[in-house]
């Protein structure tokens, strides 16, 4: 890894009401590993800096990379980079950053994938590769949001979902659930955990606020995962 590089904005998606996927093109980009994430810096015209943390959104592809960005009421940086920023300007990427919370096709075993709001984000870099490798190996995607229209790649957890059982994915309203929904709003308990052949073999990727990861952790803890196969990331 060397230093701060340039890097494009090319294409701007809405994923939510503040939440957006940012695509840039960083010429000389060495590749990543699903799960890590990179620093962004803004410079200002007076020479102020600002530095902050994204999660890359999508497995390595050439130059391009893809982050996740929800704007925080009051922030200084999120809000300018999900709706301000235009398309064709630079801001400067270092990374990519992290070597623990990563997983690659070549990590064999049950795969579970426990989401938070915005802490979907790696984890989608994460089901993207699973989706693109040719393992069979059970994969679930445990997704927890407050409303039907606060979930990141809807369109695509739906086709994930229905491509001949390759993932089960499980959204889990906490405040409104959708018309017709069996389960009714609330916190994630025990019962939300799918059930692999062996819990003690899959791998756990949980990331969310701080409060959600502790609970979401104690829960496949009690479940009977195995503690040193949950990797935990957290944020807020």
Request: proline letters at 9%; charged letters at 25%; aromatic letters at 6%.
């Amino acid at each position: 890894m060397r230093g701060w590089r340039r890097a494009r904005l090319t294409e701007r998606t809405k994923q939510t009401a503040t939440g957006r996927t940012l695509e840039f093109e960083v010429p000389e980009w060495p590749g990543h590993l699903p799960g890590q994430h990179v620093d962004v810096r803004l410079t200002a015209d007076n020479g102020y800096r600002a530095v902050r943390s994204y999660s890359l959104a999508a497995p390595a592809d050439a130059d391009r990379i893809e982050l996740g960005v929800q704007a925080a009421f009051g922030g200084e940086v999120s809000p300018y980079l999900a709706d301000d920023l235009p398309v064709g300007a630079e801001v400067e990427v270092k990374g990519p950053l992290g070597g623990w919370f990563v997983w690659t096709p070549s990590d064999r075993g049950p795969l579970l994938l426990v989401a938070g709001g915005s802490g979907v984000v790696p984890l989608m870099a994460m089901l993207r590769a699973r989706l693109a490798s040719a393992s069979d190996d059970p994969c679930a995607l445990l997704y927890s949001v407050r409303d039907p229209d606060e979930v990141w790649y809807a369109a695509e957890l739906r086709a994930a979902a229905g491509a001949d059982g390759a993932v089960d994915v499980r959204l889990l309203h906490t405040r409104t659930a959708p018309d017709g929904s069996e389960r009714p709003p609330g916190r994630m308990t025990e019962l939300d955990l799918p059930v692999p052949p062996s819990p003690a073999d899959a791998r756990c990727y949980v990331c969310g606020p701080t409060g959600f990861v502790e609970h979401a952790a104690a829960l496949l803890l009690a479940a009977g995962h195995a503690p040193d196969r949950i990797r935990t990331e957290r944020f807020g």
